[in-house]
Every structure is written in C-alpha cells, then in structure tokens.
C-alpha cells in the first residue's frame, strides 16, 4: 500500500497529525489510480475488500455525503472533514489502552474515609506472642508507590499480570496507596462486631477460600462471636435470610469450586439493601465482586453515612478477566489461565490429528484479553490470538489461516469472547445490563469453513468452548494465598476503621484503594506493550492493530454515517 507524505493543505482542527497520517493511508487505499481524488467506483471496490456486508446503496449514500461539492470525485480536504464527523471516536484510529490518566501531583496520597463515631481499641493480635515478637504491624502513616519504576520515558509496562502502565518521573511525583495489615490499635470493639458476607457476580476460582478466610479471620484472629453469610449476591439482602458462618462450616470449602453462598447478577435493590443492613444490625460489610459490585458497594457506602449508619464497607475486587484498574491482577485469573491452557493443549492434539485441521477455542474475556493472550503466551501452541483490544479484519484473517494452513498442515487459533465486539452485538442485555455479544466462535468456525470450502479446501474443524469450565474449579496454589491474605487484610481494613475500600495487590505490596479509583474503566491489554509484542513474536501472526483498526474503522464510520443522516 503505497503512502504519501502529502497531508493535505491544511490539519483540521482536533486531528493529530498521527490522526492525519492514518486518514491519509486510507485515502491512498481507496485511491488506486493515485489521481489524489476518490470516485465512486474506487469506493466500492476499496470498501467491498474491508466489509463485503456494506451495500452498494449505502456506498452510494457514503459518496454524495463525502462529496461535498458534487463533481463526483473526493479530495483529501472533503475526506478528512467527513471522517472526522463519522469515525467512532476523535482519539487515534489505531488501538491504544484507555488506562485512565492521573495528574502529575507530587505524592498525591490515596486516603481510605474513616468510619467516625468509634473509639480507639488495643487489637487482639498483640495479645499473640507470635505476631507481637515480630512485629508485623503496619504503621498509619505506611504507603506504597503507585509505580516502582522511576525516571522512564517508555511508557508501555510489561503487564503479563496485569500490572499498571504507569511510570514515576524523576521527581517522584504519583499517587501512594494505604498500605494494608494489621494495626496495633483497632476502632472496632469487637464484641460489638456484626459482619456479613456477600459474593456478587459471575463465578470465579477462590471465592470459597475468601469466604473461608474472612470467617477464620474475624472469628479466631478478632474473636467475634458471629459471622453471617449472604446468599445469591446483593438481592440476597431482601430475599432470603441470612444465614450463621462458622470455623467448621468453611473449613474445607477452599477445596471446592463456586461459591457456598451463592451468587448473582442485578437485583441491586439500594433502599432494600441498606434496610437489611440496618435491620440485621449489621456494622461491618465484606462485598466480593467485580466493578459493577463495587460501584453497587460504593453507593451502599454513602447511603449508610446519608442514614448516620456505623458501618464500615470492605470489599475484595473479584473479575475472572483481569480487568480491574491498578491491581497486578486480580484472584483467580492465574488458575483460570491454567485451566485454559488445558482446553489450547487439547484442539492442538486435535488439530495435529487431521489433515488440515484447525482447533478453535473460545475464552473468556468481554473487554479484556488478558486470559487469551497470557494462556496463548504460555502455552506456546496457538497460531492466532484474537482479542477484543485489538480489532481482526475477517478477510485477512481467513488469508491468514490459509496460509498457515497450507505451510504446517494444521491451526490453531484461540478468540476472546469479546474479540468480535467490533462485529455488533445481539442488541440484547443481561442482568448487569452489558450488551450481549454474538458468539464469536461460532461466527469463526461457521466463516473459516465456508471460506474454506469456497477456496476447494476440506478442512476439520474442532471448537472448544470452556468458558464455565475455567471459572469453576478450585483455586491453584497461588491463587489460595492469594485469596487468604486479601481477605486477611479486608479484615485488618475494617477494623482499623477504614470504609468505602478495596483491598488489591501493587507492585507485590498489598494496599487499600479508595472505590472511586477502581470503578472507572476496564484495565486492557496495551497493543503497544510488551507483552502483546511477546505473543506476536511467539505466534507470528500479524499485528492486526496496525493493519486492520483503521479500515475497521472505516467501516465503522460509513454505517454510523449512513444511519446517522438517514435517521435525520
């Protein structure tokens, strides 16, 4: 594809030239007879490679609104004031991570609201001459660095686990977390103490061993006399009763997959859940779940200080995909890696098995490919790795997989679930009112054997699907102490009087962090980074980001365009 360092005679206003440069490529796409304009004729056989779906009608429409001047031909000017209007977003066409940017204020220290009207208590811990002679207390006034990297200019961290992608600068300027564990002193009496449980959501490997941990951890570590559990998520508050945890009832659930208490999606009843609070007479809160339970926890929070309730809201941020803001990475997600990595071993068998076979497997991750791309890292046997921060175009793909296909006799190629999300949705919702996406490997394999089959080639196709599987089984090792010292420390949170917090890992240093600064966008995996870098250089499929963004895009603006005017 030929390129030319012509821009244009002006830059529009609110386009980089990065922005520019990129609208330029297309226009030079489109333009094959390289005669600086576009017709009509050269629009739809440019479109029709991109999106074979787009009709020659609205291609028709697309033209008449690029060709502002009606001579039937598009120059630059006219392509760029119109793609500006349409494309989907004014931020680069080529994908980059929407980590969310912080303001270079000098220590900006992350504090965690104190529950008020309580008074200072000595801990019980003291009284263990174990943890007294070592002294593992942490003081008040202990923080951890949002970064360990200082003075960097590349901005792009090696987040295998998902670790933040931000760097210090050398004047030591960033935000510093609470750091967590236990304190000499506690704001709680802890024969006053009355928590409950609750787990929200989707399943996923080590809810049991939180469960178990923050039972054990209130009852022999603070000596509080009742722990209570709620059943099926935050709808449990209002529906069912809440029901006794104990040292014996927990004792051996870390060894099971699921959760005992049960949970859910929705039914975030906020005034039903504050009156079972109140009711129950419960004063400290653990919430176990993802960003949509923590904004759920964060509104409980600031209704229970409306209502002049002594409550402290402690939560342990609980999403199979990895895709929470700041933490290294979140419980589960190295357990789930390993179980896939057992469904990518077995459609490699499978391929290896037949002439021209390709093993397909789906995982998940709606927003965030985290579990596709560190399980096709680590299993060193995938092909092709789709995920949705980084748009694929079908038909290079399918050229792709030929090609491969032709060379080594099999494929095998593992997709995200959300890797199609640029294909559209099924219009529908579910209960955490997220779209509903099509099943994208439904859609792969349906595709790749027409297209096969259209090219003269007979190829076995094997699809696996283990998306409920990898969420449902027990913890590994890691993530079982990992899910006991998160617990730990909510425990340890609450009872120095913390509220409206999240307990998680930053640069291997656990800390309390504020809710507000974990429920903004998902954490993605960077294009850019280096280990999206690593999976292309070990599958050696094409960085789709660069060759295939910008003509979705295009796609992408033409359909907006047409319903936009159309619908006007």
């Given at each position: 594809m030929a390129?030319?360092?012509?821009?244009?005679?002006?830059?529009?206003v609110?386009?980089?030239e990065e922005?520019?440069?990129?609208?330029?490529?297309?226009?030079?796409y489109?333009?094959?007879d390289?005669?600086?304009t576009?017709e009509?004729?050269e629009l739809?056989t440019?479109?029709?490679?991109i999106?074979?779906?787009?009709?020659n009608?609205d291609l028709?429409?697309?033209?008449?609104?690029?060709?502002?001047?009606?001579d039937?031909?598009?120059?630059?000017d006219?392509?760029?004031?119109?793609?500006?209007?349409?494309?989907?977003?004014?931020?680069?066409?080529?994908a980059?991570?929407?980590t969310?940017?912080?303001?270079?204020?000098?220590?900006?220290?992350?504090d965690i609201?104190?529950?008020?009207?309580?008074?200072?208590?000595s801990?019980?811990m003291c009284?263990n001459?174990?943890q007294f002679?070592?002294?593992?207390?942490?003081?008040?006034d202990?923080?951890i660095?949002?970064?360990?990297?200082?003075?960097?200019?590349?901005?792009?961290?090696?987040?295998t686990?998902?670790?933040?992608?931000t760097t210090?600068?050398?004047?030591q300027?960033?935000?510093l977390?609470?750091?967590?564990g236990?304190?000499?002193?506690?704001?709680?009496?802890t024969?006053?103490v009355n928590?409950?449980?609750?787990?929200c959501?989707?399943l996923?490997?080590?809810?049991?061993?939180?469960?178990?941990?923050?039972t054990?951890?209130l009852?022999?570590?603070?000596?509080?006399k009742?722990?209570?559990g709620?059943?099926?998520?935050?709808?449990?508050f209002?529906r069912?009763?809440m029901?006794?945890?104990t040292?014996?009832s927990v004792?051996r659930i870390?060894?099971?997959?699921?959760t005992?208490?049960?949970?859910s999606?929705?039914?975030f009843?906020?005034?039903?859940?504050?009156?079972?609070?109140e009711?129950?007479?419960?004063?400290q809160?653990?919430i176990?779940?993802g960003?949509?339970?923590?904004?759920?926890a964060r509104?409980?929070a600031e209704?229970?200080?409306?209502?002049n309730?002594?409550?402290?809201?402690a939560c342990?941020?609980?999403t199979i995909d990895n895709?929470?803001?700041?933490?290294?990475?979140?419980?589960g997600?190295?357990?789930?890696?390993e179980e896939?990595?057992?469904a990518?071993?077995?459609?490699?068998?499978?391929?290896?098995?037949?002439?021209?076979?390709i093993?397909?497997?789906?995982?998940?991750?709606?927003q965030?490919?985290?579990?596709?791309?560190?399980?096709?890292?680590?299993s060193?046997d995938?092909?092709?790795?789709?995920?949705?921060?980084v748009?694929f175009h079908?038909?290079t793909?399918?050229?792709?997989?030929?090609?491969?296909?032709s060379?080594?006799?099999?494929?095998?190629?593992v997709?995200?679930?959300?890797?199609?999300?640029?294909?559209?949705?099924t219009?529908?919702?579910?209960?955490?009112?997220n779209?509903?996406l099509?099943?994208?490997?439904k859609?792969?394999?349906?595709?790749?054997?027409?297209y096969?089959k259209q090219e003269g080639?007979?190829?076995?196709?094997?699809?696996n699907?283990?998306?409920y599987?990898i969420?449902?089984?027990?913890?590994?090792v890691?993530?079982?102490?990992?899910c006991t010292?998160?617990a730990?420390?909510?425990v340890?949170?609450a009872?120095?009087?913390?509220?409206e917090?999240?307990?998680?890992?930053?640069?291997?240093?656990?800390?309390y962090?504020p809710?507000?600064?974990v429920?903004?966008t998902?954490?993605?995996?960077?294009?850019r980074?280096?280990?999206?870098?690593?999976?292309?250089?070990?599958?050696?499929q094409?960085d789709?980001?660069?060759e295939c963004n910008?003509?979705?895009?295009?796609?992408?603006a033409?359909?907006?365009?047409?319903s936009?005017?159309r619908?006007?």
């Amino acid at each position: 594809m030929a390129t030319t360092p012509n821009l244009g005679r002006s830059q529009p206003v609110g386009l980089s030239e990065e922005q520019l440069r990129e609208l330029r490529v297309v226009f030079d796409y489109i333009d094959t007879d390289h005669s600086n304009t576009i017709e009509l004729g050269e629009l739809k056989t440019a479109i029709k490679r991109i999106d074979s779906l787009i009709t020659n009608e609205d291609l028709e429409f697309f033209f008449n609104l690029l060709d502002k001047d009606h001579d039937q031909k598009v120059q630059f000017d006219e392509f760029v004031t119109a793609m500006t209007e349409y494309l989907p977003n004014r931020e680069p066409v080529i994908a980059k991570p929407t980590t969310p940017q912080q303001e270079s204020t000098p220590f900006d220290i992350a504090d965690i609201p104190m529950v008020q009207g309580l008074k200072d208590h000595s801990n019980p811990m003291c009284t263990n001459p174990i943890q007294f002679a070592f002294k593992n207390f942490i003081g008040n006034d202990e923080r951890i660095m949002e970064s360990a990297v200082v003075g960097s200019t590349d901005n792009s961290a090696d987040e295998t686990s998902g670790s933040n992608p931000t760097t210090q600068a050398a004047s030591q300027t960033g935000r510093l977390f609470v750091r967590a564990g236990p304190r000499t002193t506690i704001r709680w009496n802890t024969d006053e103490v009355n928590p409950c449980i609750v787990t929200c959501g989707g399943l996923c490997p080590g809810l049991n061993s939180v469960i178990r941990e923050l039972t054990r951890c209130l009852i022999q570590t603070y000596k509080v006399k009742q722990v209570w559990g709620v059943k099926y998520g935050y709808e449990g508050f209002y529906r069912f009763p809440m029901v006794p945890m104990t040292i014996e009832s927990v004792s051996r659930i870390h060894h099971l997959g699921g959760t005992v208490l049960g949970s859910s999606r929705g039914g975030f009843d906020l005034d039903k859940i504050v009156e079972s609070i109140e009711k129950n007479k419960i004063n400290q809160l653990y919430i176990i779940g993802g960003d949509g339970t923590h904004r759920g926890a964060r509104k409980i929070a600031e209704e229970l200080i409306r209502r002049n309730l002594i409550v402290s809201v402690a939560c342990m941020p609980k999403t199979i995909d990895n895709d929470f803001q700041l933490i290294d990475r979140s419980f589960g997600f190295l357990t789930a890696v390993e179980e896939a990595q057992r469904a990518i071993q077995s459609a490699k068998t499978e391929a290896e098995g037949a002439e021209n076979g390709i093993g397909l497997v789906k995982l998940m991750g709606r927003q965030s490919g985290f579990i596709a791309t560190i399980a096709s890292l680590g299993s060193m046997d995938v092909d092709y790795c789709l995920i949705p921060e980084v748009p694929f175009h079908m038909p290079t793909l399918l050229r792709h997989v030929r090609s491969r296909l032709s060379k080594q006799g099999h494929v095998v190629l593992v997709a995200a679930e959300g890797a199609g999300a640029h294909l559209g949705d099924t219009g529908e919702k579910d209960k955490s009112n997220n779209p509903i996406l099509k099943d994208i490997g439904k859609y792969l394999k349906d595709t790749i054997v027409s297209y096969m089959k259209q090219e003269g080639i007979e190829c076995a196709i094997k699809y696996n699907d283990p998306t409920y599987m990898i969420r449902s089984v027990p913890p590994n090792v890691t993530d079982s102490i990992y899910c006991t010292i998160l617990a730990q420390n909510a425990v340890h949170g609450a009872m120095a009087g913390y509220t409206e917090f999240t307990v998680g890992l930053i640069n291997s240093h656990y800390v309390y962090l504020p809710l507000p600064a974990v429920t903004t966008t998902p954490k993605l995996v960077d294009p850019r980074g280096r280990t999206w870098y690593r999976l292309l250089e070990i599958t050696e499929q094409p960085d789709f980001s660069d060759e295939c963004n910008i003509f979705v895009s295009m796609a992408l603006a033409i359909q907006k365009a047409v319903s936009m005017k159309r619908s006007q």
